[in-house]
């Protein structure tokens, strides 16, 4: 396997050769095997063992994944899900066990770094396809007619003649126009590219297709495109999200990663949480009975061990003891909370009004206009619309961010804003910790008042003191979050919260909307994050905001029928 100069790992035919061993590591060496000891299987890891910087995530985990499955692999942030991927790809190393996968199987995933080049986006996905452009490449040079006959035959049965066309398709199903598709790529941002990075490893159709939290850098439009395009992929993927929707309607099966094991479960996330659940409940309930009976034998070991009469009946139940084992313990991860305070008063409705209000950037040139709408004091909206049509503009607009061009905005006299955006991230003063950040909105408050906000933000003790360059992006946001509602706003802007929280982190953040008081305003691709908290939609599209009568379905069904029709023409 080697890294495309074009943004996606290339899925080529990798000798073993090109699985290399991570530097530094034990010296029994991770076998990534092609002899492929089980039929019908993509993947099969075996007594797999590995650390990152001396911590254990591994411990002789195994999993066998049969071809065709579309598989969650899920667990807590810094469980070890992504080092999971660059063992498997051989970019990391191992103390023990195996990765077996089938001969000549090719593996894509998307590569770290986006494309930055003056190539058009058509062009780069394209390349991608390392075989087809190869074959492309020595069609205009071959003379003997064999070698040629061969070319052409190769080039239709991998259907090379139609490959323009369905580069397009993805890249339109990821928010490139025609227009879009035939700039360079340098002319966009590096979110923008990464789309094309994706595009470029689902063209290239890999055996195994490996995807790390690939709708992060996507809408809600994308994701549900990818959605359907996952659900579809005729190969086996497998893909670390904390998208449940994504992992309850485009994966069939779960892969969970806990307690440096991985246990197989089939099914979409809902199905797995239930297994799970009827399985701890066993578990705990075998506990209980092993340890009754445990301590039945123990007693009659330590009441008649000593006693001549009935040595070799003791003895028998140190045997049977030792027989009989212990059943261990279901272990809970605790997820820290998240907390809105609570606004001391709400001013009267609406909130917010805007009549004929238009916005943007340059004079004379509005990035939106026509817009007539209210939002009262316990409005719950989302904001639908592909990235690019507005949302962040229009969330802006009616935060008094920006001023409106023509029209009327009108926001009540009391109101408190609390704006929260994922690039705002980068405000955090990287060398101070949360409860620096903190003192600094309440100097002269005690430091138990002051530990006890950073608790509200859901930050757990023992990090309350750590740096912010050393928080995780989900304890980072978390912070932002706590932060941009420090002073109880009446109304929360809250612009893509998601992206760097695990799923038990965003039930934490769905639980806080729902108990929060005041109006929100919602941008996000999650959404199970959507349907659980807000009871409105709006959509930025065609230069202004409307509001959506439908529901989520809906959109989702109108967003996918979309795309198809733009496939066919």
């Not at 989302?382 to 949302?391: F, V």
């Not at 809250?494 to 305003?521: K, Q």
């Not at 939609?537 to 733009?566: C, H, P, Q």
Request: negative net charge; charged residues 25%; hydrophobic residues 40%.
């Amino acid at each position: 396997m080697e890294i495309g100069d074009q943004g996606s790992v290339a899925a080529q035919h990798p000798p073993p050769s090109l699985f290399p061993m991570g530097i530094g590591h034990s010296s029994t060496a991770l076998a990534i095997r092609e002899d492929f000891a089980q039929d019908g299987a993509m993947i099969s890891i075996s007594d797999l063992s590995t650390r990152i910087a001396g911590r254990l995530l591994l411990d002789k985990a195994n999993v066998t994944l049969p071809s065709g499955t579309k598989a969650g692999l899920v667990g807590r942030n810094g469980a070890g899900k992504s080092t999971l991927f660059k063992v498997i790809t051989g970019h990391h190393g191992a103390e023990s066990g195996s990765v077996s996968i089938p001969k000549n199987a090719r593996i894509g995933q998307v590569a770290q770094e986006a494309p930055g080049t003056e190539d058009s986006l058509i062009e780069i996905v394209m390349a991608a396809d390392k075989e087809r452009a190869a074959l492309m490449l020595e069609s205009e040079t071959a003379t003997d007619p064999e070698r040629i006959a061969d070319i052409q035959m190769r080039l239709i049965d991998i259907d090379a003649h139609s490959a323009e066309a369905r580069a397009s398709s993805i890249l339109a199903g990821l928010g490139f126009n025609q227009e879009a598709q035939l700039r360079p790529a340098s002319s966009f941002s590096g979110g923008w590219r990464m789309r094309v990075a994706l595009a470029s490893v689902l063209f290239s159709e890999p055996d195994l297709l490996l995807l790390d939290e690939p709708t992060n850098y996507l809408d809600l439009e994308g994701t549900l495109w990818l959605e359907d395009y996952i659900r579809r992929y005729p190969y086996t993927v497998i893909i670390i999200s904390h998208d449940r929707d994504l992992l309850n309607n485009a994966v069939n099966a779960i892969v969970h990663l806990d307690q440096k094991k991985l246990t197989f479960y089939r099914g979409g996330y809902d199905q797995f949480v239930r297994q799970k659940a009827e399985n701890d409940e066993l578990q705990t309930k075998a506990k209980v009975k092993n340890d009754a009976a445990r301590k039945h034998l123990q007693s009659f070991i330590d009441r008649f061990k000593a006693k001549a009469s009935k040595a070799k009946q003791a003895q028998s139940r140190v045997k049977a003891l030792e027989r009989m084992g212990t059943v261990s313990s279901v272990i809970e991860d605790h997820v820290q909370p998240i907390t809105f305070p609570e606004p001391a008063k709400q001013p009267a409705s609406p909130i917010i009004a805007i009549d004929g209000g238009s916005v943007g950037y340059e004079p004379g040139n509005p990035i939106l206009k026509g817009i007539n709408l209210r939002i009262d004091n316990d409005d719950r909206i989302a904001l639908l619309g592909s990235n690019g049509n507005g949302k962040s503009t229009f969330a802006k607009f009616i935060s008094g961010r920006l001023a409106p061009e023509t029209g009327d905005l009108r926001i009540a006299p009391s109101l408190k804003i609390g704006f929260f955006a994922q690039h705002q991230l980068d405000d955090l003063v990287p060398e101070e910790s949360a409860i620096e950040h903190v003192r600094k909105l309440m100097p002269q408050a005690p430091e138990a008042k002051v530990r006890a906000r950073v608790a509200q933000m859901g930050l757990a003790t023992e990090k309350m003191a750590t740096a912010a360059k050393d928080l995780s992006g989900g304890e980072k946001a978390r912070l932002l979050m706590g932060l941009a509602a420090f002073h109880a706003p009446n109304l929360l802007i809250l612009d893509e919260p998601t992206n760097h929280l695990d799923i038990d982190s965003r039930r934490a953040l769905i639980e806080a909307l729902n108990d929060y008081d005041g109006a929100v305003i919602l941008i996000s691709h999650d959404r199970h994050l959507i349907e659980a908290t807000v009871d409105r939609l709006w959509l930025v599209n065609n230069g202004t905001v409307t509001t959506f009568e439908g529901d989520m379905d809906e959109y989702r069904d109108l967003i996918v029928s979309s795309g198809k029709k733009k496939k066919k023409k």
